[in-house]
């Protein structure tokens, strides 16, 4: 297991390749579809909110007030190919250097992965309440009223986080070999 | 409030926080059937803990708890309009003690109220049934596996599926491949041959009510059954597109009829987190037993 602690350098993302299993530990900020096509249509972030250095976690979690915070009851990834007309922009102009989801994502992403030492995580999906210890503060959430809790950033603070790089900075993406070779499985039996 | 209304908040407690038994056993299996030391067997392992903490801290197995879908199974002369309001009012609360995320939004105006309570949501589809008790049944189904379903119109010449069986079974491996791991496998597949491009979806979904290890009465289904169950383990797509032995737990087909011109082969893949529970209730409508 490889320690991924923020705030992340261009370094640490090149030296990581497909296949490792990394643990993060630091801070995250969640932001899924809204947020995407936001940023993406010119939205600027809001204050507080720094992306740059930092990993992007596509995650609407289910998140219930307590002792006037939060508390985060479940939080697993959600489909990252949905942000993909989005992401490699987003990359680019708020210095990610990471992006934790699901499922992978395609071609135009993988570039911006290339050109700016930025990797794809893959969270296991479903697994909401292993990954929910994982995260031992709500430290702020902004666009709540607005975008909806499950649509909101939040910002979080990890331990261990497990994740696997599935897309690195060197243009390897597992996901496009492994549909590859399904693919030519599934010809030589049909 | 109401007992009805207890019993359906603790079936939305429980279907959210604990995988039915035949689940949990298929994926135990699949877990001793990837080689150790893959990414796929780290991702199962994860997956086996995720299951016994939901379970052990009554809360979602996913944070996206889903699409509700209700099946009752009612006597006649049931008050449906009486029985779909209390179930509102437990989905309502069921949201409110976080069992379920605040997941229904307005697709109009991209407002989430945060009631989970709205036009299809819950979803409840009523059937009448000669027998004194009620018995419901309550899918959780998430978006990610939601959207990768998929939907065929026979015959589709790129795939070299033709009106038949073997027709069908190429639709439905092609349906499997374009999931790679996107619905969060090892998936099970609802599957229906014919109806219209609603009822043949519906029709899937219901078959997703099956007890994974059951047996299609139909031969030439159930052979269409363990034909692609085996086949898409065959792919090495793996669990959550990972690589590796298993890429799918079960498959379930039903038939409706067609018409002449339409042959749709309807697809609905349902995550690993399989969020399926029902109850058959009393006369007072408390919890009698448990049906998975």
New interface residues.
């Given amino acids: 297991m490889i320690q991924l602690t923020s705030p992340f350098t261009d370094d640490g993302m090149r030296a990581l390749k497909v296949?490792d299993?990394v643990a993060i530990s630091g801070t995250l900020f969640t932001g899924r579809d809204?947020v995407h096509k936001y940023l993406h249509e010119g939205g600027s972030l809001p204050a507080g909110v720094n992306l740059r250095d930092g990993i992007l976690y596509h995650?609407?979690?289910?998140v219930?007030p307590e002792n006037g915070g939060w508390r985060v009851?479940?939080?697993?990834p959600?489909?990252s190919?949905?942000e993909e007309p989005y992401q490699a922009q987003i990359i680019e102009k708020f210095g990610l250097r990471g992006v934790i989801g699901?499922?992978?994502m395609g071609a135009r992403t993988l570039e911006a992965c290339r050109k700016f030492g930025c990797v794809y995580l893959?969270a296991?999906?479903?697994?909401?309440?292993?990954l929910?210890?994982c995260i031992k503060k709500v430290r702020g959430v902004s666009f709540l009223e607005q975008?909806?809790?499950?649509?909101a950033i939040w910002e979080l603070e990890v331990e261990q986080f497990?994740a696997?790089v599935?897309m690195d900075a060197h243009g390897r993406s597992?996901?496009q070999e492994?549909?590859a070779?399904?693919?030519s499985?599934?010809i030589k039996?049909? | 409030m109401s007992c009805l209304q207890d019993s359906l908040v603790e079936l939305i407690r429980r279907a959210s926080a604990e995988i039915p038994d035949d689940v949990q056993r298929a994926i135990l299996g699949s877990l001793h059937q990837e080689k150790q030391g893959t990414?796929a067997e780290?991702?199962l392992k994860?997956?086996e803990?995720?299951i016994e903490?939901?379970k052990a801290?009554s809360?979602?197995?996913?944070?996206?708890?889903g699409s509700i879908l209700f099946f009752v199974d009612a006597p006649v002369g049931l008050d449906q309009i009486a029985w779909e309001e209390t179930a509102r009012e437990a989905v309502r609360q069921a949201t409110q003690r976080?069992y379920?995320?605040?997941?229904s939004?307005d697709s109009l105006t991209?407002?989430?109220d945060?009631t989970n309570v709205g036009p299809g949501s819950p979803t409840i589809h009523f059937h009448q049934h000669r027998a004194p008790h009620t018995e419901v049944r309550l899918v959780l189904k998430?978006?990610?596996c939601e959207?990768v379903g998929a939907q065929y119109a026979l015959p589709i010449e790129a795939l070299?599926a033709n009106r038949d069986l073997a027709g069908c079974r190429?639709a439905v491996?092609d349906a499997v491949?374009q999931a790679?791991?996107?619905g969060?496998g090892p998936g099970i597949l609802g599957v229906c041959i014919g109806g219209d491009r609603a009822t043949g979806y519906e029709h899937s979904k219901r078959q997703l009510l099956r007890l994974l290890d059951d047996r299609n009465p139909v031969p030439a289904l159930d052979e269409l059954e363990q034909d692609v169950l085996k086949?898409a383990n065959?792919?090495?797509?793996?669990p959550?597109?990972?690589?590796g032995k298993t890429t799918l737990l079960g498959v379930k087909v039903g038939v409706l009829n067609r018409l002449p011109a339409s042959f749709f082969v309807s697809v609905s893949y349902m995550?690993?987190?399989y969020r399926r529970q029902g109850v058959t209730l009393g006369a007072d409508d408390s919890i009698r037993n448990w049906l998975y």
Avoid: Y
């Fill in positions: 296949g299993e809204v995650c609407g979690p289910v219930l009851v479940a939080a697993g959600t489909t190919s949905r699901k499922g992978g893959h296991v999906g479903g697994a909401a309440q292993v929910a210890e975008f909806g809790s499950p649509e497990p696997v599935t597992l996901h492994i549909f070779a399904s693919q499985e599934l039996r049909l | 990414i780290s991702a994860l997956i803990r995720n903490l939901a801290k809360q979602p197995i996913c944070q996206d708890t976080g379920l995320r605040q997941n939004v991209g407002v989430n945060g998430g978006g990610g959207n070299k190429r491996l491949l790679q791991g996107k969060c086949t065959e792919l090495g797509i793996g959550m597109g990972f690589g995550c690993w987190a």
